[in-house]
């Protein structure tokens, strides 16, 4: 595998180097934590797994995490489930994130952008000044550190006042997008008991005002532990009978009040996919993103107060708790409310360009969508600020990097980064001193052992494994929810070898150091013993102009055998006939391999996803083996739940 692409994509400049923020970092842990002072990027990485209490001790004086009280020590215990983090210290996030506030009160901390594209500021004194109006309301509600307080918000200035308020408070933060319906919310919500909901009215998205009354009237019945409704009016509406206004709560010139809080006091809660049972309901603890954050924001993806940094997401997915946390480094953040292609497929250049981001993330998905267009963004658009393009949510397949090289431009650093909604961080990605080879991701993150390993549990190099962690990191979850013995936990990550994090993905650790993500490992394709990812297959195939998005599943047969179909969504106009049937086989056979050319090829109406956008595999699998669409899947976490129907008959069809 690492002899593929032996020559770099991009390299960055030895000026860039110097400047990079872990350059500096690994110059003064050096001189303050022997670290080593030579050999770059790999061996501060090596010693970051190595020491990892000194490394940690470091970030957190790099960054100057502000402890009210002390740490008795960087790490208690360390086994996995289970390790204590700064054992003894308190802190507060939302204190760390609005520091800027004293040195840039008029400087933009969030642009706000809807789908006018016209960027809004909201300056930091502005943004410390909200957040300090409303923790002292939410003090005034009865609300007290532990307690939950939900946001059903879009990516709108006031979500980001909400966490931060919430957190000042020592609150426990929870929220889901107003595209999620109201079965989606309350299989997240109920599981919380939140006592405060912050809700719009209404959302729009492609051009389109979407009234969401309805369903917010229904999350208030359903959900009994309420004690307050907040109302904003994002479509102009009233306030309902007895909901409390925004404006009202957040009036006040009030100085922001942060209760200090143990280390791993719970800051959030994030939902799993959860396309079977009901969500998993993740916590993660406010030192513990704060450190991670701190370091992946300022040490990887190299941000700072000179940057703007823009990241397509929505409040339903861990990117937008990321994105957040931008403001940690002091940096400016984009919130951009609307649809990822309005008016057209060049949406999120035209926002990149016009709020000056520096540090742009999108989807995978979206950067192979604006090759199939025949976009020219570097062309059409002023992206000279754009340092570096970021992508997530599936592997950027190689023509998506030729593609960013190509048409954005030559001297371009692009971050394919993977982690998880479990850790709300990356467990491989952005490095800005290292070259960047197309199809991979440029190393593991600091203090990040990341191994990938075959069934027994031995290290593999330049071969397929799963993707194991064998350290623990600050963001792992502290528990999750309604998990009282840790069972369920446990069970998610630490039963296939004990004590060991298996995050479910298949990986290549090359012997250069580069990371290669081959698709979720509880979905391999598996023929005649020979286990590949299928991302490899959707790569090679949706390269075809014909074929608009492909989901591949191996199923298992009950006499032994293994069927493995092809499901194909057409672009417009496009016709499966014999020809492109040919084509498809002729290009797996050639660029994945001969053995896992599908057994069929099937044309389906779409591809169904989870709500944050990823194909869902396992869930199809089940129903083509015959499991009932109830028992198979939550249809509340499915984008287009009909589309399952079709595989449902299939897999009837089939028994």
């Given amino acids: 595998m690492s002899t593929v692409n032996p020559q770099p994509l991009w390299q960055p400049d030895q000026e860039s180097v110097a400047k990079a923020q872990v350059t500096r970092f690994q110059s003064w842990a050096a001189a303050h934590h022997g670290a080593p002072a030579d050999g770059g990027y790999a061996a501060l990485h090596r010693w970051s797994v190595e020491e990892l209490d000194t490394f940690w001790k470091a970030v957190t004086e790099w960054f100057d995490v502000r402890f009210t009280t002390p740490y008795t020590r960087v790490l208690g215990d360390r086994s996995m489930p289970g390790a204590q983090w700064f054992p003894g210290a308190t802190l507060n996030y939302a204190e760390h994130a609005l520091r800027a506030a004293a040195t840039r009160p008029g400087e933009p901390a969030l642009l706000h952008v809807d789908e006018s594209h016209d960027p809004r500021p909201v300056t930091w004194a502005g943004l410390r000044r909200q957040v300090g109006s409303l923790a002292a309301e939410l003090r005034a509600l009865g609300v007290r550190p532990g307690d939950r307080v939900s946001g059903y918000l879009p990516n709108i200035p006031e979500a ?62 359903e959900l009994p532990t309420l004690r307050a409704v907040v109302h904003i009016p994002l479509l102009g509406t009233d306030a309902p009978a007895g909901a409390l206004t925004w404006e009202s709560l957040t009036a006040k010139d009030t100085e922001p009040v942060f209760e200090q809080v143990p280390f791993d006091h719970p800051l959030w809660v994030l939902y799993s996919s959860g396309t ?36 397509y997401t929505s409040t339903g997915w861990m990117m937008w708790n990321f994105l957040v946390s931008g403001l940690l480094t002091g940096t400016t953040i984009v919130l951009y409310d609307g649809s990822p292609g309005f008016p057209d497929t060049g949406a999120q250049w035209r926002i990149a360009e016009r709020t000056g981001a520096t540090l742009y993330g999108t989807s995978a998905a979206y950067v192979m969508a604006c090759r199939k267009a025949g976009l020219h963004p570097g062309r059409d658009h002023d992206l000279s600020r754009v340092r570096c393009v970021a992508t997530t949510g599936s592997p950027l397949p190689p023509d998506g990097f030729r593609w960013l090289h190509d048409e954005v431009r030559p001297d371009l650093w692009i971050a394919s980064v ?104 509880d979905s391999t394709l598996n023929r005649q013993g020979v286990r590949m990812g299928s991302a490899d297959i959707y790569e090679a195939v949706e390269r075809l102009p014909e074929i608009k998005e492909s989901l591949v599943i191996g199923v298992e047969e009950p006499d032994g055998g293994y069927w493995m179909p092809l499901f194909v969504h057409l672009a417009p106009g496009a016709v499966l006939d014999q020809a492109l049937l040919d084509r498809v086989k002729r290009t797996i056979r050639e660029e994945c391999s001969p053995r896992h050319v599908p057994d069929e090829i099937i044309e389906v109406p779409g591809i169904p996803h989870t709500l944050t956008g990823k194909r869902i595999e396992v869930p199809v699998k089940r129903l083509l083996q015959g499991t009932p669409l109830d028992k198979a899947v939550n249809p509340g976490s499915i984008d287009h739940v009909d589309l399952l129907r079709f595989y449902e008959n299939l897999g009837r069809a089939r028994a």
């Fill in 418 to 521: 993977s982690g998880g909604t479990d850790v709300c961080s990356c467990f491989a990605g952005a490095v800005p001193t290292l070259p960047v080879h197309i199809g991979e991701l440029q190393a593991p993150g600091l203090g990040t052992d990341l191994q990938s390993w075959d069934p027994a549990g031995e290290p593999l190099t330049d071969e397929v494994g799963e993707l194991v962690v064998t350290n623990p990191m600050p963001s792992m979850p502290i528990r999750f929810w309604n998990d009282p013995d840790g069972s369920r936990y446990h069970d998610s990550y630490f039963s296939t070898y004990p004590g060991v994090w298996r995050h479910g993905d298949w990986i290549t650790l090359t012997s250069r150091g580069s990371v290669i993500i081959h698709g979720r490992s």
């Fill in 276 to 311: 079977t049972g009901l969500p998993k309901a993740i916590v993660q603890s406010q030192g513990g993103i704060l450190v991670e954050h701190l370091k992946q924001l300022g040490l990887h993806c190299d941000l700072g107060p000179e940057d703007r940094f823009f990241w």
């Fill in 160 to 221: 980001v006042v909400a966490l931060l308020a919430t957190a000042a408070v020592g609150a426990v933060w929870t929220s889901c997008a107003p595209d999620f319906g109201a079965r989606s919310v309350l299989d997240r919500f109920q599981q919380v008991e939140p006592v405060v909901l912050f809700t719009v009215d209404g959302y729009r998205y492609g051009g389109k005002e979407h009234d969401r009354r309805e369903t917010v009237a229904e999350l208030r019945r």
